[in-house]
Each structure stands twice: as structure tokens, then as C-alpha cells.
């Protein structure tokens, strides 16, 4: 069951509520609570056992949330509360039953100065009001002797929000006139606050991504490189060397920033598994190819973002290894969620070690009982326990050791699998113009602003899905999510991390079917807010599988330039010129003009530049048409 233990003010998101989550305690080993505050993923929030129950206490903004349990990896739903319904996101291939918590606190209009209530943005100040449904006739934000009439912004399932924009403001005293639907009229205030400002590295603002899964891309070195990996994985060769080797083709298409997946010591081709967070990857090329692609990216003005996995580590790391051979005398045995002792049976081993194919192995293998957690039951990837402070250190210790040798931010992998508070605590050792993303792919809330500057933005991309892609909803209802995401998350919105597709999805060509359709989405990518990304590939058409697998789109890189599609290639280079030249489009604020049934029509705006995008997205592939416009 969930109960509401007291609202409290809240810095970031104006009032929170301490919601404690149970369920009745059967002789389970361990349990979690999952939810869309963390993409329903094992290992954020751990339960306790308590009275019979396992129980934990979060604080979550007002709103709609949707949760379950996991017990000893089971999922299982909340006996004691009959709200549940189909949830589901298209993003991350979620639908299933879930519980439904709602969370609303007294009062049916709310205001509080705060990170998405009250702040500033390149140069402009925005004030959000929140009512309840079908309140409000009008809203007013009165400053002295100003009154500013407030935007209807977006509605969800329980409020409406208003929002009016005003010149950057140091500090404000202002309240708000409400004229009710009823004819009342109400006044919320006065207030006398300055407004939050974003803490976000500068650099990222101006930036266009380009993400390599480096054994995918290019093969640099002449012979097989050096170093362990299983037999049998679908190898494809590619390595560092070969990604400096193409630096010039990321010039020419104009990406600026570079995100490479795991590039340390590992046993497979994605190297989600890693064996060694000091060093690169032999097969890559190592420390020293490493340090040679730094040198050649800051001579091209390129930053560069590499993948941190800290949610687990392999099997195969010495720290696990040292749990396997020693048993409760491991000094590594509180390092991961050991849940008996030997964490693997003899016969375990003794298959591991025996001379089967690899792919008969890993069968084989699947069929014994572990005793530690591990990533989506996968008995290679073992879960670090996060309430360690040794793993918090080593979690530090690692990003700082990299972002020493040049690399210019994390993506870290499974982050909303690892305590925001883990996350909370390595941010604050890390230098401030580190960029930090997370993958959490469901609602960021609860990650963003002192976790992490932006996340992998999956809501985005489900929004982006359902419109482009499903044709489930309108623009009008396309608009509306949008708003909403930009009500939710405030300024943490233009640090975001947007993508139409990547290494765990579909490719985006692949699911439209069609290149004017992609050509569309990827014109609003490019031209809304937030940090864009491609993935290799794009530019040139690359198709992938539908086959609903996380290796769907890691199709090899082409390098014949006959096999490209030049319409694709060529109109990615001008909207990623157009992204690189315009302040309006990095910083702008967002004014939509006219969203509706298929057509979407929008201005970003800053200062005096103004861009105007219109996107015609028909059914029919031959009428999707869109028009990128400086006013």
C-alpha cells in the first residue's frame, strides 16, 4: 500500500510529498520498489523489512505515479491497493499492470518559488502557476505596477499550469489574480523571491552530439588487436583507431560533441560488462589510442561524453571474482548484493571453465541458481550495493580519473537503477563543467538538477513515438506533452539529451519506413529544446532491424559513399549548421503558433532572433514536407 506522510516545501519542485510504499513480507531475500519515477528498474530504491512489511519512504512531487514491487526479481503489484491500470511506454517496451498512486496536496491553486516554478533562462524569467482542473477562467501575474495575462501552458491528470515570461529578472515581488470559471475572484500571494538559475555546463548548449558504439563504427588497426572476450560474441572489429581515422566525416556533417558507449576492459562487443575501469579496452587500442583521440578531438573543438556503468560491473572483475573464489572472507563481499554464500554452485564453475562453445556455455549456465543480484537477471553482470560508501568512493574515483585524461562528461548507464543519492554525492566531487547524463527513461524528476544536468530523454522520445511514428496522437496532444515535460522539469529541460534513436532502440528510419518521414522528426530534434543527438549512421540512411531486440540498430558503419543516401546526408549537415548558428534555436524560448491534426507550427525565440519551423506530417510519406525559416 502507499500512504502521504505530510507535504513539505520543496527547493526544486515546490512542495513534495513523503509517501511511504509497503507490501506484506513473504521470506523474500530482498525487494524493490518500481515505479515511473525510475522506469520501474530494480536497484534505486531498495525496501525494508519492517512489522511484517517490506516498506521505504521517497519524496515525490504532486501528481499521478504509477508503481509496483520487485520481489527477488519477481514483479509483483500492491495487494493492499486496488488502483492499478495498463501502463505503458513505447520508449523502453514497457506495458504491463501497474499500481496507481496519487499525490496531491491541500489547496487548489499552488505557486512556490522554486527550480519549475519561478526561474531564469537566457535572459528571461518564467513563472508557472498550478491549478486544478477546470478552476480557472483566467490567470494574472501582477509586478507592481505590471500585469502579465498567463498562458494556459499544458494539463495533465489532475491540474492545469499557466505560465507567462517576462525580461530576466535579479529579484521579483509579484503575485497572482485568479478569475475563477464560477466568476470568483482569487489573489495568491504576494511573493518575493529571485529566481532559480540552471547550474549547467556553458559548452553543452551549443553542441550536437554524435554517438559511437566503437566495435560498430570503424576497424583501424590492420590485425586483431590484443585482449579476453567470449568466443562467439558477434565481434565486428571496430576500435579507437578507427574513430580518429573518420574525425574528418564528423567535421564535415558539423557534429560537435562525441558520446562513445563503454570503452573499457570487457569480455563482450558492447562492453556493458566491464573487467577494468582504468583502462581502455585492448581491443580498442588502450590507454595510449585513447589519449591520441583526446589530442585529436580538442584540436577539432569536439568534447567528448563516455559511458560510465556503475549499476553492476562483470562477473569477470576482479572484485567479483574475489566474492566467487573467497566466500564470506572476500573483502569485496559487501561490494555487491550478495544474497548467500557461494554465490555460485560448484557445477556453476565447473561448466564456466569447461571447453563447451561459448553459446552452449552461457545456455548452460543460465540454468544454475546464483546468490547475488544482477542486472535484468543476467548472471554476468553482478549489482554493485550502492549503500556501500567504498562503491560510492569507487564510483568517484573512476569519473574523476577519466574526466582527468580528457574526457568532458559521463553518460552513466542504468542511472535510474543506482540511488539518486549515490549520484547526488559524486556530482558535488566532480568540477562543475563536467556534463552529466543519465538513462532514466521514464519521468526525470527525481534525477535532475543536483543528480545530473540532464537525462537521456526518453518522455521526450515517447512523445516523438507516438506522434511520428504510432500516429496515436495529434499535434494538438502532441503539444501538450510537450508542455508538460517543459512544466515538469524547467530550465533542466534545455540540458536534456534528445535522440530519435540509440544503441538500446530500433533506428528511427527503420520504424517510420519512409525518409521524408525521418527527415521531419529529425527537423523538430534539431530545432527544439534541449542537447540533440544522432547515432552513427543516420546521416547516411543506415537501416537496422525491426526486431525488437536492444541490438536492433547496432547495424556496422558503411563507409562506401555509393551505398549513402545523400538527400538524408545532406539535409542533416544543413539542420545540424542551422542548430550550430542560431542562439534561438539553442537557447529560445519556445512559442507554439499553430498545432493541429497533423500540422505543427512553432517559433523559437531569443533576444531578437527569431526561427520558425513548420512541419506538415501526413500519412502519406509524399505529403510530409517541413520548413526551417530565420524571421
Not at 487548489?108 to 518559488?113: G, V
Request: proline content about 5%.
Amino acid at each position: 500500500m502507499y500512504k502521504t506522510f505530510g507535504f513539505t516545501e520543496d527547493a526544486l519542485f515546490g512542495r513534495v510529498a513523503k509517501v511511504e510504499f509497503s507490501i506484506p513480507y513473504r521470506g523474500e531475500k530482498y525487494a524493490y520498489l518500481l515505479g515511473s519515477f525510475n522506469a520501474f528498474n530494480e536497484g534505486s530504491f531498495r525496501m525494508k523489512k519492517r512489522d511484517g512489511q517490506w516498506c521505504i519512504k521517497v519524496e515525490l512531487p504532486e501528481g499521478v505515479w504509477h508503481y509496483a514491487f520487485s520481489l527477488e526479481g519477481k514483479f509483483a503489484l500492491d495487494p493492499e491497493n486496488p488502483h492499478h491500470e495498463t501502463y505503458r511506454r513505447p520508449s523502453y517496451k514497457f506495458e504491463r499492470e501497474t499500481n496507481v498512486a496519487v499525490i496531491k496536496g491541500p489547496g487548489k491553486l499552488f505557486h512556490r518559488p522554486s527550480a519549475t516554478y519561478l526561474y531564469s533562462f537566457a535572459g528571461r524569467t518564467h513563472i508557472l502557476l498550478r491549478a486544478d482542473h477546470g478552476l480557472v477562467e483566467k490567470a494574472t501575474v501582477v509586478l507592481g505596477n505590471e500585469s502579465l495575462a498567463m498562458r494556459r501552458k499544458a494539463i495533465d491528470e489532475l491540474f492545469e499550469y499557466f505560465e507567462a515570461v517576462l525580461p530576466e529578472k535579479s529579484e521579483i515581488e509579484y503575485h497572482f489574480e485568479i478569475r475563477r470559471k464560477d466568476g470568483g475572484v482569487e489573489i495568491l500571494g504576494p511573493f518575493n523571491a529571485k529566481p532559480y538559475e540552471l547550474e549547467a555546463p556553458e559548452w553543452v548548449f551549443s553542441r550536437v552530439f554524435y554517438q559511437i558504439m566503437p566495435d560498430r563504427f570503424e576497424k583501424g588497426f590492420p590485425e586483431e588487436p590484443k585482449g579476453e572476450a567470449f568466443r562467439g560474441e558477434q565481434f565486428h572489429g571496430g576500435d579507437l583507431v578507427g574513430i580518429i581515422k573518420r574525425l574528418r566525416h564528423l567535421k564535415e556533417i558539423g557534429v560537435n560533441a562525441l558520446y562513445l558507449t563503454p570503452i573499457f576492459e570487457s569480455m563482450t562487443y558492447h562492453r556493458y560488462d566491464i573487467t577494468d575501469y582504468f583502462h581502455v579496452d585492448r581491443k580498442l587500442g588502450g590507454d595510449e589510442v585513447f589519449s591520441k583521440l583526446v589530442q585529436e578531438l580538442k584540436k577539432r573543438d569536439i568534447r567528448l561524453i563516455i559511458d560510465g556503468v556503475f549499476h553492476h560491473t562483470s562477473f569477470f572483475h576482479p572484485y567479483f571474482q574475489d566474492v566467487v573464489q573467497n566466500g564470506e572472507n572476500s573483502r569485496y563481499r559487501d561490494f555487491y548484493r550478495v544474497t548467500g554464500f557461494p554465490v555460485v554452485p560448484k557445477e556453476f564453475l565447473d561448466v564456466l571453465n569447461s571447453d563447451l562453445p561459448w553459446t552452449e556455455k552461457y545456455r548452460k549456465l543460465r540454468e544454475y541458481k546464483w546468490n547475488y543480484e544482477s542486472f535484468f537477471s543476467v548472471w554476468a553482470m553482478s549489482r554493485l550495493n550502492h549503500e556501500n560508501p567504498e562503491v560510492v568512493d569507487f564510483v568517484r574515483e573512476v569519473m574523476r580519473y577519466w574526466l582527468e585524461r580528457g574526457a568532458d562528461g559521463w553518460r552513466l548507464d542504468v542511472a535510474h537503477g543506482v540511488p539518486p543519492g549515490l549520484w547526488r554525492k559524486v556530482r558535488k566531487a566532480l568540477p562543475k563543467d563536467a556534463y552529466l547524463v543519465g538513462e532514466v527513461m521514464d519521468d526525470a524528476r527525481l534525477w535532475l538538477f543536483d543528480a545530473f544536468h540532464g537525462t537521456m530523454n526518453y518522455p521526450l522520445y515517447d512523445l516523438i513515438l507516438r506522434f511520428f511514428v504510432r500516429n496515436e496522437i495529434t499535434a494538438e496532444e502532441f503539444l501538450n506533452g510537450l508542455e508538460l515535460l517543459s512544466a515538469y522539469l524547467g530550465p533542466a529541460e534545455y540540458a536534456m539529451y534528445n535522440f530519435l534513436d540509440n544503441h538500446d532502440t530500433e533506428r528511427f528510419l527503420d520504424l517510420v519506413g519512409d525518409k521524408r518521414k525521418y527527415l521531419c522528426a529529425l527537423a523538430f530534434l534539431m530545432t527544439y529544446k534541449g542537447i540533440p543527438s544522432i547515432f552513427y549512421g543516420d546521416e547516411i540512411g543506415l537501416r537496422g532491424q525491426l526486431d525488437g531486440s536492444l541490438s536492433a540498430g547496432r547495424t556496422p558503419m558503411v563507409w562506401n559513399p555509393e551505398e549513402w543516401d545523400t538527400e538524408i546526408l545532406e539535409t542533416t549537415k544543413r539542420l545540424i549548421e542551422l542548430r550550430r548558428r542560431s542562439k534561438a534555436l539553442q537557447l529560445g524560448e519556445f512559442v507554439p503558433v499553430k498545432f493541429k491534426g497533423r500540422t505543427m507550427v512553432y517559433e523559437r525565440v531569443f533576444g531578437n532572433e527569431r526561427v520558425r519551423v513548420e512541419i506538415k506530417y501526413s500519412k502519406k510519406p509524399k505529403d510530409c514536407t517541413f520548413q526551417v525559416r530565420v524571421l
